[in-house]
């Protein structure tokens, strides 16, 4: 039976937190935006009350779970980006670490992205896709960040930085569920196509002289 974590006891909260998140990620691969508390719940063993205790309701345990993805896939397109190759190679890793990543787990994307027709219902009780504007706008500031730090763009580099990495997380986005969708191409054809777009000013531009280089 659940209980309240007690004193001495650091990180128990923490760690059955964590393994709620894997049984509605469980939940989600199977289920994608349809995913309910109350499957959630009987998946990890307990009562719908117990997991709102953790997560609050649908939205907090939404936001949970965006959040343990989001990071995730931050890692990943860092790591692409920093990879010790010559930088068209690099964008080119940097978009496929994105599409695979929504490839190899669609309902995770869908859940995250996209609304459930029942959306509406008392179970669901809010709307998937008014939360996902937040985790573009966090990725748009996080390849801003590492666009600023590489190339030099100038005087006005940071605000230029910002507009290409919302600009990219956007082709990105609209790009990679359009394909998710459709499957008109293979991944690398489109990331081949969305490289070549991109390759313009962002070829040219020099590397800042007081950073890493990209």
């Known amino acids: 039976m659940e209980t309240t974590q007690q004193a001495g006891e650091p990180g128990t909260a923490e760690r059955r937190r964590r393994e709620l998140l894997e049984a509605a990620d469980r939940v989600v691969l199977r289920d994608g935006p349809k995913a309910s508390m109350n499957a959630i719940a009987a998946e990890a063993g307990i009562t719908k009350p117990i997991l709102y205790r953790h997560f609050g309701d649908k939205a907090g345990l939404y936001q949970a779970l965006a959040v343990r993805h989001t990071d995730g896939l931050l890692d990943s397109l860092r790591a692409a980006l920093d990879a010790p190759a010559e930088r068209r190679r690099r964008v080119e890793s940097t978009l496929d670490t994105y599409l695979a990543a929504i490839e190899a787990r669609p309902q995770v994307y869908r859940f995250l992205m996209h609304p459930t027709e029942d959306s509406h219902s008392a179970e669901h009780g809010f709307e998937v896709g008014q939360h996902s504007a937040p985790l573009l706008r966090r990725l748009g500031e996080e390849l801003a960040e590492v666009i600023s730090e590489r190339v030099d763009l100038g005087p006005d580099g940071e605000r230029l930085a910002r507009i290409w990495g919302h600009g990219i997380v956007g ?31 962002l070829a040219t531009a020099g590397d800042r002289a007081d950073g890493p280089g990209f």
Request: glycine residues 16%.
């Open 171 to 201: 082709m990105m986005h609209a790009a990679g569920d359009w394909w998710l969708g459709e499957r008109p191409c293979g991944r690398a054809e489109l990331v081949s196509g969305l490289t070549d777009l991109l390759w313009g000013r």
